[in-house]
């Protein structure tokens, strides 16, 4: 079976997880980790595999270990170091007691990628028969969501995209999912799309610190990128009055609720009435 038939056959599947266990990871493992699974969002596999060592070695929480050894596995797939993803699955799968699919679905990959065909179905089928037991529809959408982070992260946007619209349709009032979506549209260039996701993010009442943070890097991401500087005084003598009103709203609203960064400050300071 070829890679590209073998995520076509696993997105045919009706996957999903048991509700999420309670969370011991502390809160400083917990930034490593969001840390290294945005380095494999970014392709920065190296960087990951190396933020996800620190965390199996600094770590000890059950959690940690889970997450640490998937965030391996992701970057090891992304560096073709196969062999090395299924070892670090193996650890993931025997932490999780046998129930995490997000690491079964780690190691088929890598599996369909050394050529063990069988060895990738059959973590295929485990994959359904964890699903079969679970009924919890938001649980189905997290795994989902979970597939299309994996898919996002090796760079298979066709198929998370796929992955994510099955979690937005099973649990539409999850605003993570919407940020997850502008998040995946940001990586493309589609500026347009990835607000409107933003957007409903806002709607869906998630109007905290994190989604005006994401909503302002956003946009000066779009203007460096447009007006190709990041020169922040180039930046806003060349921006438009309505690129300045769309900027602005957001920036100055992440900057009254905490968020901290001088580069902001200053584009703030020059742009904003």
Do not use: W
């Not at 620190?54 to 196969?82: P, T």
């Not at 005084?233 to 100055?252: F, H, P, V, Y």
């Amino acid at each position: 079976m070829t890679t590209k038939a073998f995520m076509f056959f696993a997105l045919l599947l009706p996957l999903s997880v048991p509700a999420q266990q309670l969370l011991t990871t502390s809160n400083k493992c917990f930034k490593q980790i969001q840390t290294g699974n945005k380095q494999n969002d970014q392709g920065q596999y190296q960087e990951a595999l190396d933020t996800f060592t620190k965390v199996l070695k600094d770590c000890s929480a059950k959690d940690a270990k889970i997450e640490g050894n998937i965030g391996v596995a992701v970057a090891s797939n992304g560096l073709k170091q196969y062999e090395d993803a299924v070892n670090s699955a193996n650890k993931a799968i025997k932490a999780s007691k046998q129930t995490n699919v997000t690491a079964f679905y780690a190691r088929s990959y890598a599996y369909s990628n050394l050529g063990r065909t069988e060895d990738a179905k059959a973590d295929l089928i485990k994959i359904t028969d964890l699903t079969k037991k679970n009924k919890n529809l938001k649980a189905r959408a997290k795994m989902f969501a979970q597939l299309a982070q994996l898919n996002f992260q090796l760079d298979m946007l066709a198929d998370a995209d796929t992955n994510l619209t099955k979690a937005i349709e099973l649990d539409p009032e999850n605003p993570s999912f919407f940020i997850q979506k502008g998040d995946m549209m940001i990586k493309i260039n589609n500026y347009d799309d990835a607000f409107a996701a933003y957007d409903k993010v806002l709607e869906l009442g998630k109007n905290d610190l994190d989604i005006y943070q994401i909503r302002t890097e956003a946009h000066l991401k779009q203007m460096q990128q447009k007006y190709v500087t990041t020169d922040i005084k180039e930046l806003s003598g060349r921006m438009t009055k309505q690129e300045k009103d769309n900027a602005c709203g957001d920036i100055k609203k992440a900057l009254e609720l905490g968020l901290k960064n001088l580069q902001l400050d200053l584009l703030s300071s020059m742009i904003c009435e």
